[in-house]
């Protein structure tokens, strides 16, 4: 089947410290991979996403790569802003509507 | 601004009693509309899926006649928890695909607030 399995947190680092949230994925076939975020009392929304191995996806100085041989899609940041405080959500869809999540990571920036 | 709105952001019921979540698209029809839940620690995972003037199709382990669906107009979906009791709780979230009816990589997909359910 489909899943998601997603670095547990919550995570608190410094502001300016980099950021590796590790996300790994089953699947059959060829699926999409996401990255969400949830800021607090707000909706999910899309940060980035991949639709083929090797992509890269990247927003606002995050990025994160497809990849297919260790199925995997890393979150990465060189330097966390405070206002990057928020829960991550890695996620994989097959057709676009339906999709997997991971359990969501905490991240806390302090000044 | 927000783009899919859920209602209410926070709710608490007494056990055995029923509650109503909404969920609208605020600019666009959405025919379809998907309802998660995540129990903590947990992943979201997906519940149902809202069609709008057909049945909600539930994911296996769903209790359809527990967790009503009720897509009654191309904006509005409705999730209606019967009877709830404490292990209700949880935090449920809808999405919309902007952009048509069906499982399309083009589709955009937004999500609403999210809603907490406690049952006590």
Not at chain 1, 19 to 27: E, G, P, R, S, V
Not at chain 1, 98 to 106: D, K, V, W
Not at chain 2, 23 to 49: E, I, V
Not at chain 2, 90 to 108: E, H, L, M
Request: net charge neutral.
């Amino acid at each position: 089947g489909n899943s998601v399995t997603q670095m547990e947190g919550p995570v608190t680092l410094s502001e300016e410290a980099f950021l590796t949230i590790n996300c790994t994925y089953t699947a059959t076939g060829y699926p999409s991979l996401f990255w969400y975020v949830q800021y607090p009392g707000e909706g999910l929304q899309l940060l980035l996403k991949a639709t083929k191995a090797d992509d890269k996806g990247s927003n606002k100085g995050f990025e994160a790569t497809y990849r297919k041989e260790t199925t995997s899609f890393h979150l990465e940041k060189g330097s966390v802003q405070v206002s990057d405080s928020a829960v991550y959500f890695c996620a994989l869809s097959k057709f676009g509507n339906q999709f997997y999540f991971g359990t969501g990571t905490s991240l806390t920036v302090i000044p | 601004g927000a783009v899919v709105s859920q209602h209410p952001s926070r709710v608490i019921c007494k056990s055995g009693t029923s509650v109503k979540i909404e969920c609208r698209s605020l600019d666009f029809q959405a025919t379809t509309m998907f309802w998660y839940r995540q129990f903590p620690k947990q992943s979201l995972m997906l519940m149902a899926t809202s069609n709008e003037g057909s049945k909600a199709t539930y994911e296996q382990g769903v209790e359809k006649d527990k967790f009503l669906i009720n897509h009654a107009s191309l904006t509005l979906s409705t999730l209606t928890v019967t009877s709830a009791h404490p292990e209700d709780s949880s935090f449920y979230i809808c999405s919309a695909p902007k952009g048509g009816r069906g499982q399309t990589s083009g589709n955009t997909i937004y999500f609403g607030e999210g809603s907490w359910l406690t049952v006590v």
